[in-house]
């Protein structure tokens, strides 16, 4: 089986995920340095046939056994007589199957609404189709096996880019895998970011408030003339525009291409990704900062939240150059 190791071994991987403006598309190097990347496929390339089975022979697994088919019973033996669609019973596989369709009537909203400008994600096509449902899948699996943190929504927009990278992988032998591959990618992924998502962690030092409070300080330390402006004489605080920013890993912020190419960036950076994270937004004011001095709250709070049209290589530039 071609498994893609013509495309580069562990060195050549890890040389172009180093210097990020390498990692391209091409022979779907990037979907395999993601892979690398993220921790899904291991350096050593002799081991990635076997990891590769056995992890979506996993993911067949849970959507074996989370997606519920409330007429059949788990064992093969049918479903119990006292199981019906009007218990409330906490084992009743029913009353599952109506909570399991209220989170997927959730997760349905969002990816209908994932990028509707790209063919790819959007319209009535049997590919677009295909596409939306295995995203829909993979994020349910997602939010069945993680109970404590669910479905958040906009994790459709983290999940996309993983997906349609490995869905475009010129090879069949990976493309046609790329739900349960994007699946694990993402769950490697959220694992890193999960602190800003969990509600009860927003007031804690690990929580999402207190990665705004990381870059409030850093913004003060990288240019305490814009800080005082923006925070002291505006009142514009990070959680105003910020928070979608870091949640969301700035995939609102650029258009699909260079959202991309900051992920590039983004998951090669081996110093931890969330202060590389951090490091683009503080670049992303710097690069506004004529237009944030000149502005008042309402023109900041505008400007910020519907950031404008800019060179993403200028503020991987600007990120590179701050202090690590």
């Known amino acids: 089986m071609d498994n893609g190791h013509n495309r580069g071994g562990p060195a050549s991987v890890s040389d172009r ?20 990347l993220l921790g899904y496929l291991p350096l050593d390339t002799k081991q990635w046939d076997r990891v590769l089975a056995q992890k ?15 007429g059949a019973s788990s064992n093969g033996l049918g479903t119990p007589m006292d199981d019906h669609p009007l218990s409330q019973h906490t084992d009743s ?23 509707p400008d790209m063919h790819f994600f959007s319209g009535d096509d049997t590919p677009a189709m295909q596409h939306r449902e295995e995203m829909k ?5 997602f939010a069945k096996l993680n109970p404590g943190l ?35 990618c993402f769950m490697d992924l959220i694992a890193e970011f999960r602190d800003n998502f969990c509600q009860q962690l ?22 305490p003339e814009l800080w005082h402006h923006l925070q002291v004489e505006n009142k514009v605080n990070p959680q105003f525009y910020a928070f979608r920013w870091i949640t969301l890993l700035l995939t609102q912020e650029f258009p699909f291409p260079d959202v991309v190419r900051l992920w590039d960036t ?4 081996i110093g931890g990704r969330t202060g590389c994270l951090l490091r683009m937004c503080i670049a992303m004011l710097v690069n506004v900062r004529s237009e944030i001095l000149q502005g008042d709250f309402a023109q900041n ?5 519907s950031y404008p049209p800019v060179d993403v290589h200028a503020i991987l530039d600007r990120a590179a150059n701050l202090p690590h």
């Open 301 to 305: 709070l505008k400007l910020l939240q």
């Open 93 to 115: 596989r029913w009353n599952a199957y109506f909570q399991d369709t209220e989170l997927k009537e959730q997760i349905d909203r969002d990816v209908m609404r994932t990028h």
């Open 17 to 36: 995920a180093a210097n990020s403006t390498a990692v391209t598309n091409k022979k779907g190097l990037r979907a395999l340095t993601w892979k690398v």
């Open 56 to 70: 979506r022979a996993a993911y067949q697994d849970f959507c074996k056994e989370l997606i519920i088919n409330p």
């Open 137 to 141: 899948r993979a994020l349910f699996i």
């Open 202 to 223: 927003d007031n804690s030092n690990v929580g999402i408030k207190a990665t705004l409070t990381r870059l409030d300080c850093l913004l003060e330390q990288a240019d």
């Open 150 to 184: 669910r479905y958040v929504q906009g994790m459709n927009e983290l999940f996309a880019p993983l997906y349609y990278h490995f869905r475009s992988d010129p090879l069949t032998e990976h493309s046609t895998h790329a739900e349960a591959d994007a699946f694990f």
């Open 266 to 269: 983004l998951f090669s950076d």
